[in-house]
């Protein structure tokens, strides 16, 4: 069984994440673009071969294949089954913090979950209504308008200017008028990654958490991460490879 | 015959006893081919995106159909009802106006009845003969909800839809109740299957196509509809002012979560969907909800009618998985 190589593949709307595991170490991990992903991997059939992208040419040959995320039930990998995401995050914290006790905030391109793990398996989740305010794509869509990288965006928490944290398309126009009035790119940027934590904030209060783990793109936004910790008076951990963490915990256990 | 539209579940018996037709507008507008269609016009019309899709389809469907008279429930039914029926009166309908009492005080009850009876100058007493005609179908549709969380013969889906009914009757209740005889019939024949996840569905009736159908294709079934079972009026009453005081969903929140967890209790319940719909003022009540049941809660949110889309389905399917898991470790 500790042979057999095991394929997580989280299928976002920006990017699949593969994750391979054998036995219970990760051998082997990366991310595609999802129109590359599905261009590639189409083999003239309906279903769909990894083995067919080039980044992932060096991974061990696969014998089983989980996978999650939007694309979950629409591809029909070789090899295949699904798992909601809900289990696969809740999953992929698990074996990457070693922690049984805590609340997952995995923050994606378009949808937020707050997931209740006590002892070691799901107990609650929630996710975000109908609206993209507070998600990646929100940020990505400020940093866009202010031309800044993700990077530089995710450095300012201090003194921001309010933003609203209502709407991701608003969020924009907002934004360029915040300039024409001649605001600080520094204070707006520190403003959009307050709006999404203010966005956040009810979701994980909901929750009743004792400890934080944060995944997702948006785990790497250390304003993010700082504000949370302040506002909840909460340690928060982010594990080792955030983004990955849904591929991660299709595959991370063996059976 | 004249028909009466209405928006909520109100004592129809009134409306039948003057040789009039019931028609839940809701129904109208959902059913109706373009019920997408409907939320598009009133939008042209001038309504609010930022609306609830009911209000909408319900004005576009009311003006469709030519309904001329409409009841207005102006106690225990929703602000935008209000607006609504302004904007009803402007294009020439005639309301009738209703109130339930929130003090659930009897004799206002009574009042409220008695002014509904002489809008349509009939005697209440008319009233009463059809609320023990109507019970008879009532009846029938408590048998269909037994069939279907205790016999396994009716999926979540029918017991929505015949429940659902109960405000209008299908605006003819005799033949409503032919057709409850024949569904009786077939399925009592059928093979019970029996769900390893047992659903309740509370909130407002969804605008969603499909739910119920996509949980039994993950291996749960909806044995408990809240609020169409209301419209059932479940709780009887001796006449027509103790049923309608005993009827949950126009009053506060507590008598239905008092409900909520006898109907919990009863079925066996895994976990509970609260459907709640886009811009309504119920959305708030999640939160008491989550406070005041003690088990899983999954919250869905719908706006325009149309087949489930990709986020309710991912909501759905974690929500189906975490509890097969959490009942897999208790065994």
Request: glycine letters at 10%; proline letters at 4%; charged letters at 25%.
């Given at each position: 069984m500790s042979s057999v190589t095991r394929c997580g593949v989280d299928a976002g709307s920006r990017e699949v994440k593969l994750a391979f595991f054998t036995g219970k170490s990760l051998v082997f991990s990366g991310s595609v673009d999802t129109?590359?992903?599905?261009?590639?991997?189409?083999?003239?059939?309906?279903?769909?071969?990894?083995?067919?992208?080039?980044?992932?040419?060096?991974?061990?040959?696969?014998?089983?294949?989980?996978?999650?995320?939007?694309?979950?039930?629409?591809?029909?990998?070789?090899?295949?089954?699904?798992?909601?995401?809900?289990?696969?995050?809740?999953?992929?914290?698990?074996?990457?913090?070693?922690?049984?006790?805590?609340?997952?905030?995995?923050?994606?391109?378009?949808?937020?979950?707050v997931i209740s793990v006590r002892d070691g398996a799901v107990k609650d989740f929630i996710m975000n209504d109908k609206c993209a305010a507070g998600s990646g794509r929100y940020l990505e869509n400020i940093a866009r308008v202010l031309s800044v990288s993700l990077e530089k965006l995710s450095t300012f928490s201090e003194d921001s200017a309010t933003l609203s944290s209502t709407c991701a398309i608003f969020g924009e126009s907002e934004v360029i008028g915040l300039i024409s009035e001649g605001v600080e790119i520094e204070k707006i940027l520190a403003g959009a990654n307050r709006s999404v934590v203010m966005r956040l904030l009810p979701m994980?209060?909901?929750?009743?958490?004792?400890?934080?783990?944060?995944?997702?793109?948006?785990?790497?936004?250390?304003?993010?991460?700082?504000?949370?910790?302040?506002?909840?008076?909460?340690?928060?951990t982010v594990p080792p490879l955030p983004q990955l963490n849904g591929a991660i915990g299709c595959c991370s256990c063996p059976e | 015959m004249d028909r009466v539209g209405i928006t909520t579940t109100i004592p129809a018996e009134i409306i039948f006893a003057a040789n009039k037709t019931?028609?839940?507008?809701?129904?109208?507008?959902?059913?109706?081919?373009?019920?997408?269609?409907?939320?598009?016009?009133?939008?042209?019309?001038?309504?609010?995106?930022?609306?609830?899709?009911?209000?909408?389809?319900?004005?576009?469907?009311?003006?469709?159909?030519?309904?001329?008279?409409v009841v207005a429930v102006t106690q225990g039914d929703c602000s935008n009802t209000h607006s609504l029926m302004e904007i009803l009166k402007s294009k020439g309908v005639e309301t009738a106006p209703f109130d339930y009492p929130l003090s659930r005080d009897i004799k206002m009850m009574k009042a409220s009845l008695l002014r509904l009876a002489n809008f349509f100058e009939i005697n209440i007493d008319k009233a009463e003969h059809w609320r023990e005609k109507l019970n008879i179908a009532r009846e029938k549709l408590w048998r269909i909800d037994k069939m279907t969380w205790k016999d396994g013969v009716v999926s979540g889906f029918e017991n929505h839809l015949l429940q659902v009914s109960a405000s209008d009757f299908e605006s003819d209740p005799d033949a409503f109740e032919k057709k409850l005889d024949s569904f009786i019939e077939e399925a009592s024949l059928r093979k019970p299957i029996h769900f390893p996840v047992r659903l309740g569905m509370i909130g407002v009736p969804t605008i969603i196509e499909g739910l119920y159908e996509f949980a039994e294709q993950h291996q749960a079934r909806f044995l408990f509809n809240e609020t169409q079972r209301q419209f059932t009026?479940?709780?009887?009453?001796?006449?027509?002012?103790?049923?309608?005081?005993?009827?949950?969903?126009?009053?506060?929140i507590c008598p239905r979560i008092t409900d909520i967890n006898e109907q919990v209790?009863?079925?066996q319940l895994?976990?509970?969907?609260?459907?709640?719909?886009?811009?309504?003022?119920?959305?708030?009540?999640?939160?008491?909800?989550?406070?005041?049941?003690?088990?899983?809660?999954?919250?869905?949110?719908?706006?325009?009618?149309?087949?489930?889309?990709?986020?309710?389905?991912?909501?759905?399917?974690?929500?189906?998985?975490?509890?097969?898991?959490?009942?897999?470790?208790?065994?």
């Open positions: 129109v590359e992903f599905y261009t590639k991997c189409r083999n003239g059939g309906e279903s769909l071969d990894i083995t067919r992208l080039d980044q992932f040419k060096e991974a061990p040959p696969v014998k089983r294949i989980v996978t999650t995320g939007y694309g979950r039930n629409k591809i029909n990998i070789i090899g295949g089954s699904a798992i909601s995401e809900i289990m696969a995050h809740a999953r992929g914290a698990i074996w990457q913090t070693g922690l049984t006790e805590f609340t997952l905030v995995d923050i994606g391109g378009q949808d937020t979950k994980i209060k909901k929750q009743k958490p004792e400890r934080l783990v944060v995944t997702g793109g948006v785990a790497n936004n250390e304003a993010i991460i700082k504000m949370l910790g302040i506002e909840l008076k909460l340690e928060v | 019931v028609v839940d507008l809701n129904n109208l507008f959902i059913t109706g081919l373009g019920s997408s269609g409907y939320i598009e016009e009133a939008e042209v019309d001038g309504f609010p995106r930022t609306t609830c899709g009911w209000i909408k389809g319900m004005y576009s469907a009311c003006l469709d159909h030519g309904i001329q008279t009026m479940p709780n009887g009453g001796s006449n027509l002012a103790e049923q309608y005081l005993r009827y949950t969903y126009p009053y506060d209790k009863l079925r895994d976990g509970i969907v609260h459907y709640v719909q886009s811009f309504c003022h119920m959305q708030m009540e999640d939160l008491l909800f989550r406070e005041r049941l003690d088990m899983p809660i999954l919250t869905i949110e719908g706006d325009t009618p149309g087949p489930i889309d990709a986020r309710t389905k991912i909501r759905m399917e974690s929500f189906i998985q975490m509890i097969q898991q959490q009942k897999a470790a208790l065994v």
